[in-house]
């Protein structure tokens, strides 16, 4: 007996340790996946939106980054979950506000609820998005005063700048994949790129 809870222990403290131990590589292209995607919204705050009116960069987002730049291979980071977990709740989140703003509890309590089962139907769950739907009924009252704008700006175009951000530095490197299901990468294989000799034999062409 005693035999078997050691070597069940040791088998789960080997699978918690591969779960959680990360390449030194991967902590850097974590760091720059999460560090630019974050920045880009926040540079396009700045840059068409006073500081006092921080609408762009939502609390979500952070999760969101967690997932699609430290844990690529999850299910819950794939970019079906992030857009339609994103989206989804933010509709959720909206439209409850809409409804019942003036009962907190309730409006805060359902839009995170209905959300989850949205998501889980819809096979789009994404852990960020509960936080997306709360956001749209306790945030700020600029974010409140969005109604269902909401949804497509700051929800969709954080999520869309994130996602071509992970898109583009989860991929640089042969050691990560994104998507998991590599199509991504067998997408941009697929498109007929010139080669240097082709470009070559045109632009002599064109002189």
């Not at 794939?78 to 509890?105: E, K, M």
């Not at 709360?134 to 704008?149: H, M």
């Amino acid at each position: 007996m005693k035999k078997n809870i050691k070597r069940g222990y040791r088998i789960g403290r080997y699978i918690v340790y591969k779960e959680t131990s990360v390449e030194p590589k991967e902590l850097i292209w974590s760091f720059l996946g999460s560090f630019i995607g974050i920045a880009c919204i926040g540079i396009i705050q700045n840059q068409y939106l006073d500081q006092s009116d921080n609408i762009l960069l939502i609390g979500s987002f952070g999760a969101t980054g967690v997932l699609i730049y430290g844990a690529i291979n999850s299910p819950l980071a794939q970019p079906r979950n992030l857009i339609g977990g994103h989206l989804i709740s933010a509709v959720i989140g909206v439209t409850v506000c809409q409804f019942l703003g003036d009962i907190l509890w309730l409006a805060a309590a359902l839009s995170v609820s209905l959300s989850i089962l949205a998501m889980q139907f819809s096979k789009t769950l994404h852990p960020p998005g509960g936080a997306t739907a709360l956001i749209a009924v306790i945030g700020s009252e600029k974010i409140i005063g969005l109604g269902y704008w909401y949804i497509f700006f700051p929800v969709l175009s954080g999520v869309t700048i994130m996602l071509l951000v992970a898109l583009t530095f989860n991929n640089i490197t042969p050691d990560r994949q994104y998507p998991a299901n590599g199509r991504f990468l067998r997408m941009i294989k697929l498109i007929p790129w010139p080669s240097a000799k082709n470009r070559f034999k045109k632009d002599k062409k064109m002189c």
